[in-house]
Structures are given as structure tokens and as C-alpha cells.
């Protein structure tokens, strides 16, 4: 079975400062790694994903996350935030193939709070 | 691209009455679809998985005579929450998905069931 923790349930940071938001997932198969974002009363938005290749993956709104195999972690990074960064963050991982046919699991997500 | 339209955005019914929320992907052929609920402050909690022309495959605890998932076509999925009571008061969101795990998942943006 496969399980995603985000270690962090809240993240407050100023305005222009840096800020990683921490996840680690258990599987004993390769995973599909996702980072989603949610604002108030809305579906989630594709930030990034990782499938294979090179470990460090960009997204969107300047974020990045960098795949970490042997400490299974796929921590989300943007070297600074703004006020409009304000909102919760989920990881993510799917398997590939096989009978799960591709579902998402999800951690429990962080609420990042940017203050100005 | 890639694009799924949820509807309604919000509901309020009353208690007792079925409520239909709408799953549409308007530029691809979904051929899995998912159905989530939220609670406050939570994460998404998987209800069940459908696949265009057969049965919904229901995660454990979910009532599939209350929660009914119909997949009728490559593109709508409809959840009907039957016999609706306050505690069914939730964020309800669909994600489609266009293969294996690799295309990733669009979500809708959601419906807030109200309960009275």
C-alpha cells in the first residue's frame, strides 16, 4: 500500500521569503509524484509532477519540488513567496499501471500562509 | 486542455431529498473518473472509482446505495446523493483521468453540499 505524510500541517512565512513544504511517501513500488494546490472552495491545480527523468521538476508559479529516492522525499520548494501563495498544498503519489488503475493517495496537506 | 467542468458549484437541499452533482470532461475521453469528498481542513478522501460503462468500484465505508455513481459516457460521471441528511454536508470533487496514472488527473472545482 502506498501512504503519503506531509510532515507539516501549517507554514507560516513573510512575504519574499523562501519556503519548503515537506513530503514523504512509502511504497514499495515506483510512484508517479504530484504536488497540488487548493485555494478556498475550489478543486485542486496541478503545481508539478515527476514520472521519471531528471529529479528536480519545475511547476508552475515558480515553485519546484526534487525527487529524493533513497529518502523518499519529493519536498516542494519556491525561493519567494507571495501574498497570493496563500493556500493548501497537497502531495500526492499514484502507481503506475497494475490493478490500482491509477489512483491518487494523498497526504493530509499543508496550509501556507504568506503574511506580508 | 484537459479541462472538467463540476455543476453545481454549490447546492443547499433539504434533508431527505437526492442531490446530482455533474462531472464533465469537455476536451478528452475520460476513461476513469474519481469521486472525492473533503472534509474542513482535510485532506480528500477517495469514495469511488468509475469506469466508463461499468459498475463504480466504492472505497471501504462508503454506502454505494447512497452514494450512487453513474459513468454513462466517456465524459460525464454523475454522483446522486441519495436520502441526503446534514451529516452528508460536504465538499464533493470529481477528477478524470485520461490513462494510466502517467496524464495525470484534472479535478473539477467542486460542490458544497449543504444539508438543512
Known amino acids: 500500500a502506498q501512504s503519503v505524510t506531509q510532515l507539516d500541517s501549517q507554514v507560516p512565512v513573510f512575504e519574499e521569503a523562501p519556503v519548503e513544504l515537506r513530503c514523504n511517501y512509502s511504497?514499495?513500488?515506483?510512484?508517479?509524484l504530484f504536488w497540488y494546490v487548493q485555494y478556498p472552495n475550489q478543486g485542486l491545480q496541478l503545481l508539478l509532477k515527476y514520472l521519471s527523468g531528471s529529479t528536480l521538476v519545475k511547476g508552475i508559479n515558480g515553485f519546484e519540488a526534487e525527487f529524493n529516492k533513497s529518502q523518499t522525499s519529493f519536498h516542494l520548494r519556491k525561493p519567494s513567496v507571495h501574498i497570493s501563495d496563500t493556500a493548501e498544498y497537497f502531495c500526492a503519489v499514484s502507481v503506475p499501471g497494475g490493478s490500482t488503475l491509477g489512483r491518487l493517495y494523498f497526504g493530509r496537506g499543508t496550509q501556507l500562509t504568506v503574511w506580508p | 486542455g484537459a479541462v472538467v467542468s463540476q455543476h453545481p458549484s454549490r447546492v443547499i437541499c433539504k434533508s431527505g431529498t437526492s442531490v446530482k452533482i455533474e462531472c464533465r470532461s469537455l476536451d478528452f475521453q475520460a476513461t476513469t473518473m474519481f469521486w472525492y469528498r473533503q472534509f474542513p481542513k482535510q485532506s480528500l478522501m477517495l469514495m469511488a472509482t468509475s469506469n466508463e460503462g461499468s459498475k463504480a468500484t466504492y472505497e471501504q465505508g462508503v454506502e454505494k446505495d447512497k452514494f450512487l455513481i453513474n459513468h454513462a459516457s466517456l465524459t460525464l460521471s454523475t454522483l446522486t446523493v441519495t436520502s441526503a441528511h446534514p451529516e452528508d454536508s460536504s465538499f464533493y470533487i470529481c477528477?478524470?483521468?485520461?490513462?494510466?496514472?502517467?496524464?495525470?488527473?484534472?479535478f473539477g472545482s467542486g460542490t458544497r453540499l449543504t444539508v438543512v
Open positions: 511504497s514499495s513500488v515506483s510512484v508517479y
Open positions: 477528477s478524470a483521468s485520461r490513462g494510466q496514472g502517467a496524464y495525470g488527473y484534472t
